[in-house]
C-alpha cells in the first residue's frame, strides 16, 4: 500500500460527475479529496459512515443538518476542521473559491 500521496496527483484523477477522487481505502476507513468550483452545486446525500473534512482551500459555506432537525450554517476556509455523523444532512453552498476538501470516511465509504 503506497504510503505517500500528492494532492496534484490525486486532483488529476477526477473524473466524471462527482469531484471526488478515494486515494485509500481499508476496512475501517476510507480517504479522498472532494472538489468543488465556484458556484458549484453539491450533490452529495447522507453517508452511511461517519466523516471528517479538512479544507485545505478554498472558501464556502457548509450546512448541517443534525438527526434532531436542528442546523447549524457556516462559513469554511482553509485549515477549517468539520465532523459530520453518520446520515446527517449537509451540503456545501456559496462557493466562492475552488473548495479543496480531504475528506475521511471511518469506516470505509460503501
Known amino acids: 500500500m503506497q504510503t ?11 473524473k466524471g460527475p462527482i469531484p471526488y477522487g478515494e486515494f485509500v481505502r481499508i476496512p ?6 472532494y472538489v ?10 447522507p453517508h452511511h459512515e461517519d466523516e471528517i473534512y479538512y479544507v485545505i482551500s478554498g472558501a464556502a459555506r457548509i450546512k ?4 434532531d432537525h436542528t ?10 476542521i468539520i465532523f ?3 446520515h446527517e444532512e449537509h451540503r456545501f453552498q ?13 469506516p470505509a465509504m460503501t
Open 84 to 86: 459530520i455523523k453518520a
Open 4 to 14: 505517500f500521496y500528492s494532492l496534484s496527483e490525486i486532483k488529476k484523477r477526477i
Open 64 to 67: 448541517v443538518t443534525a438527526e
Open 94 to 106: 456559496d462557493v466562492t473559491q475552488e473548495l479543496v476538501l480531504l475528506v475521511v470516511f471511518a
Open 36 to 45: 468543488l468550483q465556484p458556484e458549484e452545486k453539491d450533490f452529495q446525500r
Open 71 to 80: 442546523e447549524q450554517d457556516r462559513a469554511v476556509g482553509p485549515g477549517d
Open 28 to 33: 475501517t476507513m476510507s480517504c479522498g479529496i
